[in-house]
């Protein structure tokens, strides 16, 4: 007599992609998804299969499926205690084996035109913005080197670019990468494991920094790349806490190694046009891709090569804790719109960058409606529900329906968020 076996394809997370950065677990809607200091994990038990979690991934880590026998699924213990992906379970020998397969992923615009659909306030914060890069940029190369391959880089500049005497020590940090290729284009990330060894005695995870250099280096013509680090003293209460690669990073000598993984990102690219324009709001190290994008720009116009319009919204307590506050003013203001959000400038109303940009309603509104516009947004997770809720006021205003421009921009490319 044969016994009816069910083989299900279970969702886990490879421990050997996996960056750590924590999208998946604020992408999931259902809470399925948990980690602990070591491994982020899917509770079987609570997974629906929607695959909310699989686009935003940067690194394919959440986009595995391990066929196991349904009475074995893995508990989220058992994956806490992994290095690596276990082999598929085979159904015991004589059963009888009844197949319940996971889903296939839906593509970039389906899962675009499902969230256009939905009320947003009741989504995830990663539905915000596009799963899909502008139609016309670049080809991103991702994952070359993982935890099974990371390569060494030299430390070959670390300054400090915000006022010695602010309490927002954020250091500028330039990586030279010898002969190893390592191809990036602005709004990709790299992640640097950190020296040293946890509680538990296991070496740091690696830890997702932007690329703040564009895609030719951040000296032309040599294989470096730069990144932007704030060093972490303190929780978001308050509470005094060292970060552990943040401190690392900043304290790091000249010709200092460091070891490194990714590139990561496939989506948060800029249009690969001469005559685009792009609408930059950020906080903080948020300026990381805006540098990136506005530094490739900027090389691009000084060879009379880029035509398209550049519009900043920056965010800081003052301008003496702005990253790049000086290079940054220095730049033509006919090639660049700065506005400055600052919240706490001394005589100065307290504004942040959701109140400037409606300030500018009228120019942010004409650039929403070039089709050649393409909008970032980087930095704290709490900028994100102002900064919507200023574009959709400016939208709504114009008399248009926000819900129709919102989906049409993530269709397009066109609006990405990276808030962290």
Same mark, same amino acid.
């Given at each position: ?101 996971? =889903?296939?992923? @839906? ?75 390592? @191809? ?9 494991? =950190? ?67 990714? @590139? ?29 994008? *506005? ?77 050649? *516009? ?47």
């Amino acid at each position: 007599m044969t016994t009816a076996t069910t083989v299900m394809k279970q969702h886990l997370i490879d421990p050997e992609i996996c960056i750590r950065c924590n999208t998946c677990e604020e992408t999931c809607p259902i809470d399925a998804i948990t980690h602990d200091s070591n491994n982020y994990v899917v509770d079987a038990s609570i997974c629906n299969d929607c695959m909310a979690c699989v686009p935003p991934c940067p690194t394919g880590a959440i986009d595995n499926w391990i066929q196991v026998v349904s009475d074995n699924a893995y508990s989220i213990e058992e994956q806490f205690t992994w290095d690596e992906l276990p082999e598929p379970q085979e159904a015991p020998e004589g059963a009888e084996v009844v197949e319940a397969k996971a =889903p296939a992923a @839906p593509t970039a615009s389906e899962a675009q035109k499902e969230e256009g659909d939905q009320d947003l306030e009741n989504k995830p914060f990663t539905a915000a913005g596009a799963s899909i890069p502008p139609w016309s940029a670049a080809h991103p190369y991702t994952n070359l080197y993982t935890h099974k391959n990371p390569v060494t880089a030299t430390v070959v500049g670390n300054y400090r670019v915000t006022d010695s005497d602010t309490d927002s020590d954020i250091h500028h940090i330039v990586l030279d990468m010898g002969d190893t290729p390592m @191809p990036l284009l602005e709004g990709q990330s790299i992640a640097i494991f =950190p020296a040293g060894e946890d509680e538990n005695g296991r070496s740091y995870h690696a830890r997702q920094y932007s690329i703040a250099s564009p895609r030719d280096g951040e000296r032309p013509g040599y294989n470096n790349l730069s990144i932007t680090v704030k060093r972490v003293v303190e929780d978001h209460d308050g509470n005094p806490v060292k970060g552990v690669c943040s401190n690392y990073l900043c304290d790091l000598q000249k010709n200092d190694s460091v070891k490194l993984i990714g @590139p990561y990102g496939n989506s948060f690219l800029m249009p690969n046009l001469p005559d685009s324009n792009l609408v930059m709001i950020c906080t903080g190290t948020g300026a990381a891709p805006m540098r990136a994008m *506005t530094e490739h720009c900027r090389r691009l116009n000084k060879e009379g090569k880029y035509r398209g319009k550049l519009m900043l919204f920056f965010g800081a307590r003052s301008e003496r804790e702005l990253p790049y506050f000086g290079p940054l003013m220095n730049l033509p203001k006919d090639f660049i719109d700065i506005n400055l959000a600052l919240s706490r400038q001394a005589d100065r109303p307290k504004k942040y960058v959701q109140d400037v940009i409606r300030e500018r309603a009228s120019d942010v509104l004409a650039l929403i409606n070039d089709s050649k *516009t393409c909008i970032y947004v980087c930095g704290l997770k709490g900028m994100e529900e102002g900064v919507l809720a200023a574009l959709k006021d400016i939208v709504t205003e114009s008399g248009k329906k926000w819900e129709d421009v919102h989906a049409q921009l993530k269709t397009q490319g066109r609006l990405h968020f990276e808030t962290y």
